[in-house]
């Protein structure tokens, strides 16, 4: 396994994160099976296990509390708020009212008295930076949270919480979760260079680009994952977006085997070359996916092959740039962009 420094905070992170999303009802995992997985990964050397409050509605962080019991010292614990947490109006965003309830929560089902980064789960337009940055930055001195960050957040936003940490005298964004693959390119334009240029730790989500890049998923085979059941048209090949994947894929498959790699570690070790890249999260379901990815974790990528890699998508280039999680609100809503 190989560590990185966690941007500037002198933390020492493994080059690949687990990540704790399928654990409990989204990924039908038992609490025996996310132990096992849990302890597989610390094991082999993965020092850093990523929740959130939403996963599986708080479940997966009540999994994770209960494997890391009597491990806690050697696992760097990040979690995640603001998205919904049921149908209560005031159950999510980045208000100072929530993100106290929402860390108390979270450190309830973990068992911790403490997470080592609290991040953003995604920008909050009707909280001001000053706001959450300001209960952040409390909770950071009350020494319930270590650090803090932001995730899938766009750069003109990464920027703007940025400044207002520094004009407030407050505590700022250590690190950046954003979607990073091969077939999803689009952060090296804007999100990379800022997070760079800020000194950011960047802990990439989805670097298998929803089981694409798996090696799972090839022209004439019936496309089958646990996502493909609740995520349709990620996986339609009638859609245009998803027959230019598919077709990256079969190109991409025959640079893996020329190479002598899997498509997993293709995929990761592509993710982790990045010089503005930390670490990239992996989501095992099962045992035999966390061997297969780790399998990966000192993958180093030939400069012939990542440029075989530029040549099948672009640097830059997303492909199903719809998928992006990072929209302006107002693209999304007309009533914020006409008066």
Same mark, same amino acid.
């Given at each position: ?66 494997? +890391? ?28 009212? *929530? ?36 209960? !952040? ?25 940025? *400044? ?18 091969? !077939? ?79 498509? +997993?570690? !293709? ?68 009533? !914020?962009?006409?008066?």
């Amino acid at each position: 396994m190989q560590y990185r420094t966690l941007g500037r905070t002198g933390v020492q992170v493994s080059t690949l994160v687990l990540g704790a999303m399928n654990f409990g009802k989204i990924g039908n995992t038992t609490q025996e099976e996310a132990t096992a997985i849990v302890d597989a990964a610390l094991d082999a050397g993965i020092n850093l296990i990523d929740t959130a409050d939403v996963y599986s509605g708080g479940q997966s962080e009540e999994m994770v509390g209960k494997a +890391i019991a009597g491990r806690r010292g050697d696992v760097v614990l990040a979690t995640k708020a603001t998205l919904p947490m049921g149908d209560e109006r005031n159950h999510r965003g980045g208000s100072r009212r *929530w993100l106290v309830t929402a860390l108390d929560n979270s450190l309830r089902r973990l068992g911790v008295d403490h997470v080592d980064l609290y991040q953003m789960h995604r920008w909050d337009p009707t909280s001001s930076d000053e706001e959450t940055l300001s209960a !952040l930055t409390d909770l950071q001195r009350a020494g319930k949270i270590r650090y803090f960050g932001s995730s899938t957040f766009p750069a003109y936003r990464i920027v703007q919480a940025q *400044w207002a940490a520094r004009e407030g005298h407050l505590s700022r964004y250590v690190t950046e979760q954003p979607s990073y693959s091969i !077939l999803q390119r689009g952060i090296e334009t804007h999100v990379l260079p800022v997070t760079q240029e800020y000194g950011m730790g960047v802990l990439a989500w989805s670097p298998l680009a929803s089981g694409w890049l798996s090696g799972a998923i090839r022209a004439g085979q019936e496309i089958s994952t646990n996502r493909s059941g609740f995520m349709q048209q990620r996986y339609d090949i009638s859609i245009p977006a998803n027959r230019a994947k598919l077709d990256a894929v079969e190109q991409l498959a025959k640079v893996a085997d020329e190479a002598g790699l899997s498509m +997993i570690q !293709l995929a990761l070790g592509f993710v982790t070359a990045h010089p503005g890249v930390t670490s990239a999260i992996i989501g095992p379901r099962t045992m035999d996916h966390l061997r297969s990815q780790l399998a990966a974790a000192d993958t180093v990528l030939s400069t012939d092959v990542l440029d075989a890699i530029d040549a099948i998508v672009a640097p830059g280039v997303d492909l199903a740039a719809h998928e992006k999680n990072d929209t302006p609100p107002a693209l999304l809503d007309p009533a !914020l962009r006409r008066r």
